[in-house]
Protein backbone atom coordinates (compact mmCIF):
# COMPACT_ATOMS: atom_id res chain seq x y z
CA UNK A 1 0.00 0.00 0.00
CA UNK A 2 0.96 3.42 -0.75
CA UNK A 3 1.62 6.25 2.08
CA UNK A 4 3.48 8.26 4.25
CA UNK A 5 5.30 6.25 7.30
CA UNK A 6 6.52 8.39 10.56
CA UNK A 7 8.51 6.96 13.05
CA UNK A 8 8.88 6.70 15.95
CA UNK A 9 4.95 7.21 16.60
CA UNK A 10 6.15 7.86 20.50
CA UNK A 11 9.07 9.67 21.69
CA UNK A 12 10.64 11.30 24.97
CA UNK A 13 13.99 13.53 24.77
CA UNK A 14 16.12 14.48 27.64
CA UNK A 15 16.39 18.57 27.52
CA UNK A 16 19.57 19.27 25.75
CA UNK A 17 19.55 15.97 22.95
CA UNK A 18 18.95 16.17 19.68
CA UNK A 19 16.26 13.54 18.32
CA UNK A 20 15.46 12.86 14.98
CA UNK A 21 11.99 11.75 13.47
CA UNK A 22 11.58 9.59 10.38
CA UNK A 23 9.40 10.61 7.28
CA UNK A 24 9.22 8.06 4.32
CA UNK A 25 6.93 8.08 1.52
CA UNK A 26 6.71 5.45 -1.24
CA UNK A 27 4.34 7.45 -3.32
CA UNK A 28 6.71 8.88 -5.95
CA UNK A 29 5.60 12.70 -4.61
CA UNK A 30 7.76 15.53 -4.99
CA UNK A 31 7.07 17.72 -2.48
CA UNK A 32 7.10 17.05 1.27
CA UNK A 33 6.16 18.97 4.22
CA UNK A 34 6.76 18.73 7.92
CA UNK A 35 4.12 20.40 10.47
CA UNK A 36 3.89 20.99 14.33
CA UNK A 37 0.51 20.80 16.55
CA UNK A 38 -0.01 22.22 19.56
CA UNK A 39 -3.70 22.15 21.00
CA UNK A 40 -5.35 25.33 20.12
CA UNK A 41 -2.87 26.05 17.50
CA UNK A 42 -3.49 24.20 14.01
CA UNK A 43 -1.20 22.90 12.21
CA UNK A 44 1.82 25.43 11.85
CA UNK A 45 4.42 24.84 8.83
CA UNK A 46 8.04 23.77 9.74
CA UNK A 47 9.90 23.08 7.04
CA UNK A 48 9.27 22.21 3.19
CA UNK A 49 10.84 20.51 0.54
CA UNK A 50 9.99 20.65 -3.60
CA UNK A 51 13.03 18.50 -4.84
CA UNK A 52 15.81 16.26 -3.41
CA UNK A 53 18.59 18.32 -2.53
CA UNK A 54 16.36 21.74 -1.80
CA UNK A 55 14.39 22.64 1.23
CA UNK A 56 12.54 25.73 2.33
CA UNK A 57 12.23 27.33 6.33
CA UNK A 58 8.08 27.29 7.19
CA UNK A 59 7.05 29.63 9.71
CA UNK A 60 8.39 27.99 13.09
CA UNK A 61 12.10 26.44 11.76
CA UNK A 62 13.97 27.59 14.53
CA UNK A 63 15.54 24.75 16.51
CA UNK A 64 14.70 22.27 13.39
CA UNK A 65 17.25 21.15 10.48
CA UNK A 66 15.85 18.94 7.79
CA UNK A 67 17.54 17.33 4.72
CA UNK A 68 16.14 15.53 1.57
CA UNK A 69 18.61 13.28 0.00
CA UNK A 70 16.20 10.80 -1.05
CA UNK A 71 12.67 11.59 -3.23
CA UNK A 72 11.45 8.94 -0.21
CA UNK A 73 12.31 10.60 2.87
CA UNK A 74 12.37 13.77 4.73
CA UNK A 75 13.86 13.74 8.06
CA UNK A 76 13.51 16.05 10.97
CA UNK A 77 15.62 17.01 13.73
CA UNK A 78 14.68 18.60 16.55
CA UNK A 79 17.89 20.74 18.03
CA UNK A 80 18.58 21.05 21.65
CA UNK A 81 17.75 24.95 20.44
CA UNK A 82 14.10 24.48 20.14
CA UNK A 83 13.00 25.88 23.48
CA UNK A 84 9.58 23.96 23.29
CA UNK A 85 9.72 20.36 21.38
CA UNK A 86 7.19 19.11 23.43
CA UNK A 87 4.50 18.34 20.66
CA UNK A 88 2.78 16.43 17.84
CA UNK A 89 4.89 16.49 14.36
CA UNK A 90 3.05 15.47 11.28
CA UNK A 91 5.08 14.87 7.59
CA UNK A 92 3.01 15.12 4.68
CA UNK A 93 3.58 15.28 0.97
CA UNK A 94 2.05 16.45 -2.03
CA UNK A 95 -0.85 14.31 -3.66
CA UNK A 96 -1.17 16.46 -6.98
CA UNK A 97 1.97 17.52 -9.18
CA UNK A 98 2.83 21.79 -9.17
CA UNK A 99 2.03 22.64 -5.55
CA UNK A 100 -1.85 22.16 -6.33
CA UNK A 101 -4.53 20.38 -4.78
CA UNK A 102 -4.14 18.54 -1.15
CA UNK A 103 -1.63 17.55 1.03
CA UNK A 104 -1.39 13.35 1.84
CA UNK A 105 -0.10 12.93 5.87
CA UNK A 106 1.05 10.44 7.63
CA UNK A 107 0.02 9.31 11.18
CA UNK A 108 2.27 11.54 12.95
CA UNK A 109 4.92 11.23 15.82
CA UNK A 110 4.32 12.73 19.39
CA UNK A 111 7.68 13.89 21.23
CA UNK A 112 7.94 14.87 24.68
CA UNK A 113 10.53 16.49 26.61
CA UNK A 114 11.39 14.98 30.19
CA UNK B 1 0.23 36.44 3.87
CA UNK B 2 -3.01 34.14 4.01
CA UNK B 3 -4.87 33.79 7.11
CA UNK B 4 -7.55 31.19 7.91
CA UNK B 5 -10.09 31.64 10.86
CA UNK B 6 -12.34 28.92 12.81
CA UNK B 7 -14.28 30.80 15.26
CA UNK B 8 -15.59 28.11 16.66
CA UNK B 9 -13.20 26.16 18.82
CA UNK B 10 -15.57 23.49 20.26
CA UNK B 11 -19.53 21.93 18.64
CA UNK B 12 -21.81 19.63 19.69
CA UNK B 13 -24.36 17.81 18.20
CA UNK B 14 -26.49 15.02 18.21
CA UNK B 15 -26.33 11.78 16.52
CA UNK B 16 -28.38 12.17 13.27
CA UNK B 17 -28.96 15.82 12.63
CA UNK B 18 -27.11 18.95 10.71
CA UNK B 19 -24.10 20.59 12.30
CA UNK B 20 -22.41 23.41 10.49
CA UNK B 21 -18.62 24.34 11.03
CA UNK B 22 -17.60 27.79 10.11
CA UNK B 23 -14.27 28.75 7.96
CA UNK B 24 -13.26 32.59 7.40
CA UNK B 25 -10.13 33.36 5.55
CA UNK B 26 -8.43 36.17 4.27
CA UNK B 27 -6.76 36.18 0.41
CA UNK B 28 -5.81 39.21 -2.03
CA UNK B 29 -5.61 36.21 -4.43
CA UNK B 30 -8.62 35.35 -6.66
CA UNK B 31 -7.20 31.68 -7.59
CA UNK B 32 -6.56 28.94 -4.47
CA UNK B 33 -7.77 25.58 -2.62
CA UNK B 34 -10.23 25.43 0.31
CA UNK B 35 -10.07 22.31 2.35
CA UNK B 36 -11.55 20.73 5.38
CA UNK B 37 -9.36 17.94 6.87
CA UNK B 38 -10.69 15.65 9.81
CA UNK B 39 -8.46 14.60 12.36
CA UNK B 40 -10.01 11.74 14.63
CA UNK B 41 -8.27 10.47 17.79
CA UNK B 42 -6.24 8.34 15.88
CA UNK B 43 -4.69 11.77 14.59
CA UNK B 44 -4.39 11.17 11.17
CA UNK B 45 -5.20 13.93 9.07
CA UNK B 46 -8.02 12.71 6.41
CA UNK B 47 -9.40 14.84 3.46
CA UNK B 48 -13.22 15.23 4.01
CA UNK B 49 -13.91 17.46 0.78
CA UNK B 50 -11.95 20.09 -1.13
CA UNK B 51 -13.68 23.21 -3.27
CA UNK B 52 -11.50 24.96 -5.87
CA UNK B 53 -12.20 28.55 -5.78
CA UNK B 54 -12.98 29.36 -9.98
CA UNK B 55 -15.82 26.83 -9.07
CA UNK B 56 -19.37 28.15 -8.39
CA UNK B 57 -20.79 24.84 -7.72
CA UNK B 58 -20.51 24.14 -4.27
CA UNK B 59 -18.64 20.60 -3.62
CA UNK B 60 -20.14 17.94 -1.96
CA UNK B 61 -19.06 14.38 -0.37
CA UNK B 62 -21.94 12.29 0.78
CA UNK B 63 -23.26 13.81 4.31
CA UNK B 64 -20.19 16.31 3.69
CA UNK B 65 -21.21 19.50 1.82
CA UNK B 66 -19.67 23.17 1.50
CA UNK B 67 -21.24 27.07 1.51
CA UNK B 68 -18.79 28.47 -0.55
CA UNK B 69 -19.03 32.61 -0.29
CA UNK B 70 -16.25 33.58 -2.43
CA UNK B 71 -16.97 37.14 -2.09
CA UNK B 72 -17.52 37.04 1.79
CA UNK B 73 -14.33 34.41 1.73
CA UNK B 74 -16.18 32.21 3.80
CA UNK B 75 -16.26 28.47 3.62
CA UNK B 76 -18.35 26.76 5.77
CA UNK B 77 -18.62 22.86 6.35
CA UNK B 78 -22.14 20.93 6.72
CA UNK B 79 -22.40 17.90 8.22
CA UNK B 80 -25.72 15.93 7.73
CA UNK B 81 -26.83 13.20 9.76
CA UNK B 82 -23.92 13.10 12.07
CA UNK B 83 -22.68 10.19 13.26
CA UNK B 84 -20.87 8.82 16.08
CA UNK B 85 -17.89 8.13 13.85
CA UNK B 86 -17.81 12.16 12.81
CA UNK B 87 -16.47 13.36 16.39
CA UNK B 88 -13.06 14.56 15.74
CA UNK B 89 -10.79 18.04 15.08
CA UNK B 90 -11.95 19.40 11.98
CA UNK B 91 -9.34 21.49 10.20
CA UNK B 92 -10.20 24.17 7.65
CA UNK B 93 -7.09 24.90 4.97
CA UNK B 94 -6.10 27.15 2.36
CA UNK B 95 -3.62 26.92 -0.88
CA UNK B 96 -2.43 29.14 -2.85
CA UNK B 97 -3.40 27.91 -6.91
CA UNK B 98 -0.94 30.95 -8.04
CA UNK B 99 2.04 29.31 -10.31
CA UNK B 100 4.33 29.12 -7.43
CA UNK B 101 2.30 30.20 -4.85
CA UNK B 102 1.06 26.68 -3.17
CA UNK B 103 5.02 25.69 -2.79
CA UNK B 104 4.75 25.59 0.99
CA UNK B 105 1.81 24.02 1.21
CA UNK B 106 -1.42 24.52 3.24
CA UNK B 107 -2.25 27.50 5.63
CA UNK B 108 -4.91 25.39 8.41
CA UNK B 109 -7.28 27.33 10.89
CA UNK B 110 -6.57 26.49 14.60
CA UNK B 111 -9.61 23.65 14.20
CA UNK B 112 -12.80 22.71 15.52
CA UNK B 113 -13.51 20.01 18.15
CA UNK B 114 -16.56 18.15 17.13
CA UNK B 115 -18.52 16.64 19.94
CA UNK B 116 -21.47 13.48 19.20
CA UNK B 117 -23.69 13.20 21.54
CA UNK B 118 -25.91 9.83 20.96
Known amino acids: DGGITQSPKYLFRKEGQNVTLSCEQNLNHDAMYWYRQDPGQGLRLIYY???????QKGDIAEGYSVSREKKESFPLTVTSAQKNPTAFYLC?????????????FGEGSRLTVL | AQTVTQSQPEMSVQEAETVTLSCTYDTSESDYYLFWYKQPPSRQMILVIRQEAYKQQNATENRFSVNFQKAAKSFSLKISDSQLGDAAMYFC???????????????FGKGTHLIIQP
Open chain 2, 93 to 107: AYRSAKSGGGADGLT
Open chain 1, 92 to 104: ASNREFANTGELF
Open chain 1, 49 to 55: SQIVNDF
